[in-house]
């Protein structure tokens, strides 16, 4: 037998298009529910520092800067001489107006 989980204080807005979600898949509200949360828990994948969601799924983990600083270093070690700065760029886009 299955676990009972209980969702309180569902704002109205969200279980509207929860419904409507649900109707859209021919499915009933909780049938609905249950795809979701199978998704969810498929997709999900834990790693060091937070959690990451499978490739090409459309999802974002959550990562530290630290990590995102170290693959960004990976990625480019070295600066960009000949790119525009960011400064540059919206001083001028400022400036045009």
Known sequence: ???????K???????????RRAE?????????????????AAEASPVAGGTRAAPGTGRH???SI???AAEHRA?????F???PRAVDIVREDR???
Request: charged share 30%.
């Open 9 to 19: 204080d569902v704002p109205e807005a969200l279980a509207e298009r929860l419904r």
């Open 66 to 68: 630290e990590q995102i």
């Open 1 to 7: 037998m299955g676990v009972s989980l209980s969702i």
């Open 61 to 63: 983990g959550t990562k």
């Open 75 to 79: 990625l480019y070690p070295r600066p």
């Open 24 to 40: 859209a898949n021919h499915r009933s509200l909780q049938g609905e529910l249950m795809a979701i949360i199978e998704r969810a």
């Open 95 to 97: 400036d045009s107006r």
């Open 81 to 83: 001489a000949d790119a």
